[in-house]
């Protein structure tokens, strides 16, 4: 199974930028679709973009379409997250995930590899 990490999150202001990054240990990293997810205090984990394993599928939740960016570089065993014009409600732990399926998925239950998790908060 994929080891997941995370690395990018911080504090912005609102309208500013952030790019995540999550790092898959092994070999298998290209047989995973990828997902992003993140959850604020006292919420659920949310759906938040996915890529399928060739990259050339994505998915996004509306609240983040246009602004956010999904990408992965399966040379690098990387999957990355940019995202632009952040508002205070984006604020939450970002997590990557993986799935076993080839096509990108919104459900948690999908997903069999999760990363701890990154902070992003943004400042009004």
């Known amino acids: 199974q994929v080891q997941l990490v995370e690395s990018g999150g911080g504090l912005v202001q609102a309208g500013g930028s952030l790019r995540l990054s999550c790092a898959a240990s092994?070999?298998?990293?290209?047989?995973?679709?990828m997902g992003w997810f993140r959850q604020a205090p006292g919420k659920e984990r949310d759906f938040v973009a996915a890529?399928?394993?060739?990259?050339?599928?994505?998915l996004y939740t509306d609240s983040v379409s246009g602004r956010f960016t999904i990408s992965r570089d399966n040379a690098k065993n990387t999957v990355y997250l940019q995202m632009n014009s952040l508002k205070p409600e984006d604020t939450a732990v970002y997590y990557c995930?993986?799935?076993?399926?080839?096509?990108?998925?919104?459900?948690?239950?999908?997903?069999?590899?999760w990363g701890q998790g990154t902070q992003v908060t943004v400042s009004s």
């Open positions: 890529i399928s394993r060739n990259g050339l599928s994505t």
């Open positions: 995930a993986g799935s076993r399926l080839a096509s990108p998925q919104t459900l948690l239950r999908m997903y069999d590899a």
């Open positions: 092994g070999r298998t990293f290209s047989s995973y679709a």
